[in-house]
């Protein structure tokens, strides 16, 4: 039997040999290809595991820097509702009505009867007609000023207290100022339409021949009053508009560089800890090394990786430094933005200075005009009479060393440290200046200024447009439209929500533009050449 096998095996030798060859080589190569796809898998799940990594590090990271722009905010919003008082011109401006009131209740017993009869008839009919009339600047409008704050009442009606004690100091023979026609007193300017007003009644002021004061006399009493009212009317326009615009370019210019300052120091954390994680791998492999059976044998050996450890060593920040790179916002805080106010203040008076309080615009036409403020705030004429657009390079950073060192110590870094050489913190400060001076940052800056003057108009709209919106515009086909004087309370109102308002409608909305994402993004992710 056993004869019979082994000849049975020895005649099929070389087909038994070939099938334990196959079977062998099938063996090793499934082995093989397993051992692969395994790489493959581990592979896979650690790109998985490192962009989920990347992905939440960055998420988290973009709200640090919303919460960091919120922590911000009163700071910068205490210096610009400071500095940029409205509400403070505008009280100023109702004292001068109470004391015009006051002043014409303790001058009216002193007239005759007859002539207060008059007069008190002329300024109702002056009052009546004070639509088309060069001293009116503003009619009652209670839609307007049902949907606005308190401070919409006041300046509404300290326009028509001043219109009304203007009106019944009005003479018989000034009913021809009131009559004028509707366009030209419309397009005719504030000042000039009071102080005209002013001069007419003082030639024709009529009073009794024995009067002690003669009418010179009592019109240089009022005029001073008159001319300082025309003054804080203008005032009051320039610095509403100018205040808004500067809120708009001073958070969204905050934003931007509080996204590019906490990017840079994001992307070094998280290279730091792609560095410990390494370097955690390399201690884990070397403690199973040493105690496997090939220590026995080929001795104890060193994993150390002399670059790896040079790389640490160059992308560690200290929190010094850190420290030191996040104190560069109090520059734009406390600073830079007087050097936007300055530039939104120029455009705003020469875009502003010929529209009227009482002119009639729609929301196209005032779009119109602050865009025409923001092409004077964001472009400069060069030599060659060509268009170029500025950067912001000196509102966000200090232009000289010594300006940097006096930003740092107003901060609250020590002098010596403020003074000393750290080369981490200049390579952070050249990285913020490239990135500033760049064509991606004036691109993400256009598109934030357009989304911010979006949520503007929006406010704009539901504020000062909405009781039209509301109550339906008896001209079909046309757009509302609202005197100039009367948006200037619901912008007052929309500085201090921008400012204050919490949640934040304008800083949420500049974090949720993608091209601010996609900037960042581009900022966190440059790590590449460190690493090849």
Not at 342 to 360: A, D, P
């Given at each position: 039997m056993f004869n019979a096998l082994g000849s049975y095996f020895s005649e099929r030798r070389r087909g038994l040999s070939k099938a334990a060859g196959y079977v062998g080589g099938a063996y090793f190569i499934g082995r093989y290809v397993s051992a692969r796809l395994e790489d493959v898998r581990n592979t896979i799940l650690q790109e998985r595991a490192a962009r989920d990594?990347?992905?939440?590090?960055?998420?988290?990271?973009?709200?640090?820097?919303?919460?960091?722009?919120?922590?911000?905010?009163?700071?910068?919003?205490?210096?610009?509702?400071?500095?940029?008082?409205?509400?403070?011109?505008?009280?100023?401006?109702?004292?001068?009505?109470?004391?015009?009131?006051?002043?014409?209740?303790?001058?009216?017993?002193?007239?005759?009867?007859?002539?207060?009869?008059?007069?008190?008839s002329r300024a109702q009919d002056t009052d009546i007609r004070s639509d088309n009339g060069s001293v009116s600047v503003i009619s009652s409008n209670d839609d307007v000023t049902t949907d606005l704050s308190a401070s919409s009442t006041s300046w509404?009606?300290?326009?028509?207290?001043?219109?009304?004690?203007?009106?019944?100091?009005?003479?018989?023979?000034?009913?021809?100022?009131?009559?004028?026609?509707?366009?030209?007193?419309?397009?005719?300017?504030?000042?000039?339409?009071?102080?005209?007003?002013?001069?007419?009644?003082?030639?024709?002021?009529?009073?009794?021949?024995?009067?002690?004061?003669?009418?010179?006399?009592?019109?240089?009493?009022?005029?001073?009053?008159?001319?300082?009212?025309?003054?804080l009317w203008r005032e009051v326009k320039m610095l509403t508009f100018t205040r808004t615009l500067t809120v708009i370019y001073s958070i969204t210019l905050l934003s931007l560089f509080t996204h590019i300052q906490l990017s840079i120091l994001g992307r070094t954390k998280y290279i730091q800890s792609l560095i410990q994680q390494e370097r955690d791998e390399r201690m884990r492999d070397q403690l199973e090394y040493s105690t496997s059976v090939y220590s026995l044998f080929w001795g104890d050996r060193s994993l150390e990786d002399i670059d790896t450890d040079i790389l640490e060593e160059s992308e560690t920040v200290s929190e010094e430094t850190e420290r030191k790179f996040l104190t560069l916002s109090w520059w734009i805080l406390h600073v830079g933005w007087k050097d936007v106010g300055e530039r939104v203040r120029r455009g705003v008076e020469e875009v502003f200075e010929g529209v009227s309080l009482k002119t009639k615009l729609n929301a196209a036409e005032l779009h119109r005009l602050i865009n025409d403020v923001r092409r004077r705030v964001e472009y400069e004429v060069t030599f060659e009479g060509k268009e170029r657009?500025?950067?912001?390079?000196?509102?966000?950073?200090?232009?000289?060393?010594?300006?940097?060192?006096?930003?740092?110590?107003?901060?609250?870094?020590?002098?010596?440290?403020?003074?000393?050489?750290?080369?981490?913190?200049?390579?952070?400060?050249?990285?913020?200046?490239?990135?500033?001076?760049?064509?991606?940052?004036?691109?993400?800056?256009?598109?934030?200024?357009?989304?911010?003057?979006?949520?503007?108009?929006?406010?704009v709209e539901k504020?000062?447009?909405?009781?039209?919106?509301?109550?339906?515009?008896?001209?079909?086909?046309?757009?509302?439209?609202?005197?100039?004087?009367?948006?200037?309370?619901?912008?007052?109102?929309?500085?201090?929500?921008?400012l204050e308002g919490l949640p934040?409608?304008?800083?949420?909305?500049?974090?949720?533009?993608?091209?601010?994402?996609?900037?960042?993004?581009i900022i966190y992710t440059s790590y590449e050449d460190r690493f090849r």
């Amino acid at each position: 039997m056993f004869n019979a096998l082994g000849s049975y095996f020895s005649e099929r030798r070389r087909g038994l040999s070939k099938a334990a060859g196959y079977v062998g080589g099938a063996y090793f190569i499934g082995r093989y290809v397993s051992a692969r796809l395994e790489d493959v898998r581990n592979t896979i799940l650690q790109e998985r595991a490192a962009r989920d990594n990347l992905r939440r590090r960055f998420d988290q990271n973009q709200q640090d820097i919303s919460f960091t722009v919120m922590a911000l905010l009163p700071t910068l919003g205490a210096h610009i509702l400071q500095d940029m008082d409205v509400e403070g011109v505008t009280q100023e401006l109702q004292s001068y009505s109470k004391a015009s009131k006051e002043r014409l209740e303790t001058q009216a017993p002193s007239a005759p009867s007859e002539t207060s009869s008059v007069d008190h008839s002329r300024a109702q009919d002056t009052d009546i007609r004070s639509d088309n009339g060069s001293v009116s600047v503003i009619s009652s409008n209670d839609d307007v000023t049902t949907d606005l704050s308190a401070s919409s009442t006041s300046w509404v009606s300290s326009m028509q207290s001043s219109q009304v004690s203007q009106a019944s100091l009005e003479p018989a023979g000034n009913n021809n100022t009131t009559s004028t026609s509707p366009k030209s007193s419309e397009g005719a300017d504030l000042s000039d339409s009071i102080l005209t007003t002013s001069s007419m009644s003082s030639s024709v002021v009529p009073g009794p021949t024995n009067s002690s004061a003669s009418p010179n006399a009592h019109l240089e009493s009022l005029s001073p009053t008159t001319r300082s009212k025309a003054e804080l009317w203008r005032e009051v326009k320039m610095l509403t508009f100018t205040r808004t615009l500067t809120v708009i370019y001073s958070i969204t210019l905050l934003s931007l560089f509080t996204h590019i300052q906490l990017s840079i120091l994001g992307r070094t954390k998280y290279i730091q800890s792609l560095i410990q994680q390494e370097r955690d791998e390399r201690m884990r492999d070397q403690l199973e090394y040493s105690t496997s059976v090939y220590s026995l044998f080929w001795g104890d050996r060193s994993l150390e990786d002399i670059d790896t450890d040079i790389l640490e060593e160059s992308e560690t920040v200290s929190e010094e430094t850190e420290r030191k790179f996040l104190t560069l916002s109090w520059w734009i805080l406390h600073v830079g933005w007087k050097d936007v106010g300055e530039r939104v203040r120029r455009g705003v008076e020469e875009v502003f200075e010929g529209v009227s309080l009482k002119t009639k615009l729609n929301a196209a036409e005032l779009h119109r005009l602050i865009n025409d403020v923001r092409r004077r705030v964001e472009y400069e004429v060069t030599f060659e009479g060509k268009e170029r657009r500025i950067n912001f390079l000196s509102t966000l950073l200090p232009p000289t060393a010594e300006t940097l060192q006096h930003v740092l110590t107003q901060g609250g870094i020590p002098p010596w440290l403020a003074t000393a050489n750290d080369p981490k913190f200049n390579a952070f400060l050249d990285e913020t200046r490239t990135h500033l001076t760049s064509g991606s940052f004036d691109r993400v800056l256009e598109v934030c200024l357009d989304q911010a003057m979006e949520v503007l108009f929006q406010g704009v709209e539901k504020n000062v447009f909405g009781s039209h919106n509301e109550q339906g515009d008896p001209m079909m086909g046309q757009e509302p439209r609202e005197r100039l004087a009367a948006m200037l309370p619901g912008l007052a109102r929309w500085c201090h929500l921008a400012l204050e308002g919490l949640p934040n409608e304008l800083v949420d909305a500049l974090a949720d533009v993608r091209e601010v994402s996609a900037f960042s993004a581009i900022i966190y992710t440059s790590y590449e050449d460190r690493f090849r």
